[in-house]
């Protein structure tokens, strides 16, 4: 199966290829994948592979609140992936305990026993060598078994069609950059898979004004927001780290330090609420709007 | 008791009551299919609207991810247990009254199955990649499990169901010859592949269907297993359940149970079957659906028991919503309307008639859908973070695909009845062959492979009179 399918892909490498400065124009980096020439990262697992983690720091995180916007995080992964309207990849939930409440982005967490992947019946949903669990949008039967499978909620699905930028016609779909977006296929946050490899943070540790967000590495055992690079390991050791339901066994990469946004000088008994993300539909209404003022 | 007054023996009085819905149509017959068939085509014109515009026109949305669909797929493949029970369990405990119903309860196997697999296919957001499934299929996916064990089911019972039909079709080749359409009489003389009731003829079918009565109980148990370990693999509270296999295996043959004196029910009526299907048999059918419905009280109470004494926060919220938030209605339904009024039904000894037994069945299967909704629906809408709450109703195209299925089904069991006689014909006269000879009670002999007749030279011996043979006699 897997060699006319390559042939194929490679005879659209050319046209995708050519489409490149045509997906300058829609705003953001489509081409970045043209360069891969299978669409599955193969790839054994060798020394140079680096195995992907995040920590996300609550003590730095206020739900974008007292900066009066809706959670960065979410907004620059909606804009990054053209998330289909009404899906958050990574959701920043409100969370009220006892002494108050505190905020919670909830990325998809790249479980290493992921019950996700152990339940998909066409293996559509896969781990690449980095430790990131993929959807591969070209095989996904649109079962729904793995979105029942999560314990996290991380995944969502395309319901009707969803709306594509007009740059995607050109885009060359990878699992890694999955776009277009395709009717009836399963979608989830796949940590920027397609930005780390080069070295770029994913787009909502990049987008949090906090820098609340780090990206990890378990191999090299060292994680960066952007600002400043920490050990891993002994950086979650040192601040109490947690997993989210660490007790059902899932293994996550995605690891909390407790807070509520203090270092920021949120209070716990804050009682602003979250703002509704916008999908990047609005988001680049809003750009075109605002240069067309500046313009006049 | 209808036609006792002719003086035709009761051999030639059973084929004919049981082949002339085969060649005598009422004007009725026609009414009823060409409404179904109208019920199925609506619901097609939804399935063609939900291919068109995709799952958006379903009420099932992120959170709330299955719904009516997956509810029928476990109903239509729960009910589907019926065939095993009374032809496969029965026959293995030699339970001579099963002879006249073998037949349709057979039949709801074979088109709860069929009507129940295309379920999921409906509720797929790409169904065009089926193929998929071979291509890149996972045995580790409890879907695949499912394909396997379902397609495994719908073959045997296919088998299952043509093994027995075999002299009857032959006897429908000798019997309608020349009064039937040729295109018709042609199907009867290949399906009946040459049965012309030799004794070896009959010593191979009664081995294969020796064969098949074994094999048939644990492929069919291992259906519902896999059923439900759709669910039981997962880490959602209410669904991740140690018991849940053997529990919908019990509420499977429990909502069988319901379906085959339903079904029976209907047959007696329309097919003026009173004679062969007595009393008796809605009783003994009653005894095993209180015998199951209690069985099925037991492991609900345990299930909700072990959970509601822990109350692991999820284990609560999910309870509380079940027990008396928005599923309540739906659970009580099922609890009180589903299970405890069917029970008292067939308990007592004075509202144990006909009616009211068929009124516990119809019943017992609303109120096991019912069960299957809250089953499938309120986990899927517990909050996984915190703490929203999934919706869902089910909208126009949903309700009228989940209609034109029951429709579907009865219109499949209308068409088979009209084509191929619903009583065992050859079964039912090998039973009173065997009471005739071996007296009224036929002993288990020990070292005796069950079911396997005492007798094989029957073909020719003459009929048996009134009095020793006919149930329905009296």
């Not at chain 1, 390559?6 to 045509?22: D, I, Q, Y």
């Not at chain 1, 209070?267 to 539909?281: G, K, M, N, T």
């Amino acid at each position: 199966m897997q060699v006319p399918r390559r042939k194929f892909l490679a005879g659209l490498a050319g046209l995708a290829g050519s489409g490149v400065a045509a997906l300058g124009l829609a705003g953001v980096g489509l081409a970045q994948t043209a360069t891969t020439p299978d669409k599955r990262d193969t790839r054994s697992s060798d020394e140079g592979t680096r195995q992907w983690a995040m920590v996300i720091d609550l003590r730095k995180c206020e739900g974008c609140v007292t900066q009066d916007k809706p959670p960065q995080c979410t907004e620059a992964c909606n804009a990054e992936h053209f998330v289909p309207a009404g899906q958050e990849w990574i959701r920043v939930f409100k969370v009220e305990g006892p002494g108050g409440s505190y905020f919670m982005p909830r990325p998809c967490m790249q479980c290493e026993n992921a019950p996700c992947l152990n339940v998909c019946p066409v293996g559509a949903t896969y781990r690449n060598p980095e430790g990131i669990n993929l959807v591969d949008h070209e095989r996904c039967i649109g079962c729904r078994m793995c979105m029942s499978a999560c314990p996290y909620g991380a995944r969502s699905f395309n319901w009707g069609q969803p709306e594509n930028p007009p740059g995607a016609t050109f885009a060359q779909y990878s699992p890694e950059y999955p776009v277009p977006h395709r009717r009836g296929t399963v979608e989830k946050c796949m940590l920027c898979a397609h930005q780390v490899k080069d070295g770029k943070l994913p787009a909502c540790a990049d987008g949090c004004p906090m820098n609340a967000i780090y990206l990890g590495d378990l191999v090299t055992d060292r994680a960066t927001n952007g600002k400043e690079v920490v050990k891993l390991s002994r950086f979650l050791a040192e601040n109490n780290a947690f997993r989210l339901k660490e007790e059902l066994g899932t293994r996550p990469r995605v690891w909390y330090i407790r807070g509520h946004g203090q270092e920021y000088g949120r209070q716990s008994e804050d009682e602003r609420q979250l703002q509704q993300a916008r999908p990047w539909q609005e988001q680049k209404k809003e750009v075109s709007s605002a240069s067309n003022n500046h313009t006049h | 008791m209808r036609a006792t007054t002719t003086p035709i023996s009761p051999v030639a009085r059973l084929e004919n009551t049981v082949y002339r819905p085969l060649t005598r149509t009422s004007l009725t017959w026609y009414a009823w299919s060409g409404f179904l068939a109208l019920v199925v085509v609506w619901g097609l014109y939804a399935y063609s609207v939900q291919l068109r515009h995709g799952l958006i026109e379903t009420g099932m949305r992120d959170v709330v991810i299955w719904g009516f669909y997956i509810t029928n797929f476990i109903f239509f493949i729960g009910i589907s247990h019926a065939g095993t029970l009374i032809s496969a369990i029965l026959r293995v405990s030699q339970a001579e009254w099963r002879r006249p119903v073998t037949r349709m309860a057979e039949v709801i196997t074979v088109v709860a199955l069929m009507t129940g697999a295309i379920m999921p296919i409906i509720d797929m957001g790409r169904p065009e990649r089926i193929p998929n499934l071979i291509l890149y299929g996972r045995i580790g996916s409890p879907l695949i499990w499912d394909i396997v064990a379902i397609t495994t089911y719908l073959t045997g019972s296919l088998i299952y169901l043509y093994l027995p039909l075999i002299p009857d079709i032959a006897l429908a080749r000798d019997r309608l010859k020349g009064t039937t359409s040729r295109l018709r009489w042609k199907l009867y003389s290949i399906l009946s592949a040459g049965w012309r009731d030799l004794p070896e003829q009959r010593r191979r079918l009664e081995r294969a269907l020796g064969i098949m009565m074994i094999l048939i109980i644990p492929i069919a148990v291992s259906v519902h297993t896999v059923v439900s370990w759709i669910f039981g693999m997962t880490l959602r509270a209410g669904w991740n359940s140690t018991i849940f296999g053997p529990y919908f295996v019990v509420g499977a043959i429990f909502s069988g149970t319901a379906a085959i004196i339903t079904v029976m029910y209907i047959f007696r009526r329309v097919y003026h079957l009173d004679e062969y299907i007595t009393e008796k048999h809605f009783r003994y059918l009653g005894y095993l659906m209180l015998a199951l419905g209690l069985i099925y009280t037991y492991f609900t109470f345990s299930e909700y028991l072990t959970t509601g004494y822990k109350l692991v926060e999820v284990d609560k919220l999910l309870l509380e919503a079940v027990l008396r938030g928005t599923y309540a209605p739906f659970f009580w339904s099922f609890a009180i309307g589903g299970v405890i009024i069917p029970i008292f039904i067939i308990a007592l000894p004075w509202t144990r008639t006909i009616p009211l037994i068929v009124l516990a069945s119809v019943l017992v299967n609303i109120g096991m859908w019912l069960k299957r909704y809250v089953i499938v629906v309120s986990s899927l809408a517990l909050p996984l973070m915190p703490y929203d709450w999934g919706v869902y109703y089910p909208t126009w195209v949903e309700i009228s695909i989940t209609v034109g299925a029951f429709a579907g089904f009865a219109l499949a069991f209308m068409l088979f009845a009209k084509v191929f006689p619903i009583i065992s014909v050859w079964e039912v006269k090998e039973g009173w062959e065997r009471e005739g000879a071996e007296g009224p009670a036929p002993a288990l002999v020990p070292g005796r492979v069950p079911a396997r007749p005492a007798i094989r030279e029957v073909a020719g011996m003459p009929v048996p009179s009134v009095e020793a043979g006919a149930p329905g006699g009296k």
